[in-house]
């Protein structure tokens, strides 16, 4: 059994519109006006008024492309988004187990469904995760969800690799979430894939060496750690 992690973002409305644009409500938007529009929503709680209509337009075309998109590798599954790209390229096999890690938005919650839907419908085992204060446009919520993304990791993820293999998919989602990922990839994860969005080939990082010895490190920083949990200061050079 394979357990695989992929962040969620916005490609599959932004890589609706090509060429002339796209109708939406009788209303005719450009590729570059779609792609404004969802950046600009993407960190929203609930759409502005004026682009609801459009937003939910986009989300009814992508439902609607995505029921007639057969599994496998294809120019119409490269195009429809970087997450859908990668996965088919990537292969699937039975009892594989998607969780689709998503921003904590209005628009990161839907696009996400839509994703865990498109491969349920096809077979897979898929979960939509939200992280609690991911969002891009925040520094310190952005540092809060990365504390709640450990916290989902270690808790939902670390158990299954001992059923199978782990898979971070970072071909999807936010560059700043793929930083961080990456830098947990060897506590959680197998191996690390990567598909460039107009590229076929799949890129692969094998599991790093690396191993955290808890009870060494907190032993070494114990009275440090005291202090923080008192609301003392730390000198720097009690960390050493």
């Known amino acids: 059994m394979r357990t695989i992690v992929s ?53 009814q075309e992508a439902a609607a492309r995505l029921a ?27 009892g594989d187990t998607h969780w689709i890690v998503h921003s904590d938005t ?8 839509l994703l865990a839907a498109w491969l349920q419908h096809r077979g897979f085992i898929a979960q939509a995760v939200r992280i609690p204060f991911l969002r891009t446009d925040d520094p310190d919520l952005f540092r809060l969800a990365m504390g709640e993304l450990a916290v989902w990791l270690d808790e939902t993820i670390r158990p299954l690799r001992s059923a199978g ?6 071909s999807g989602g936010f560059k700043a979430l793929h930083g961080v990922l990456q830098s ?26 690396i191993t955290w010895q808890v009870e060494p490190s907190f032993r070494d920083a114990l009275t440090p750690l005291r202090r923080l949990a008192l609301g003392l200061s ?6 050493d």
């Open 165 to 170: 293999e782990v898979i971070f998919q970072l």
């Open 7 to 59: 962040p969620c973002g916005t490609s599959l409305l932004t890589n609706l519109a090509t060429g002339d644009g796209l109708i939406i409500g009788g209303e005719s938007w450009t590729p570059e006006a779609i792609r404004r529009v969802v950046t600009r929503e993407a960190n929203a709680d609930r759409p502005a008024a004026e682009v609801a209509d459009l937003l939910d337009g986009l989300l």
């Open 106 to 113: 209005w628009l990161g919650e839907r696009i996400a469904a």
């Open 184 to 209: 947990l990839a060897p506590f959680y994860a197998d191996r690390v894939v990567y598909l460039f969005e107009s590229s076929p080939v799949l890129l692969e990082l094998p599991r790093l060496p």
């Open 68 to 94: 007639s998109l057969p599994w496998g590798p294809s120019p119409a599954a490269s195009r429809m988004s970087a997450e859908i790209h990668a996965w088919t390229k990537f292969g699937g096999q039975v």
């Open 234 to 239: 730390v000198d720097p050079g009690d960390l």
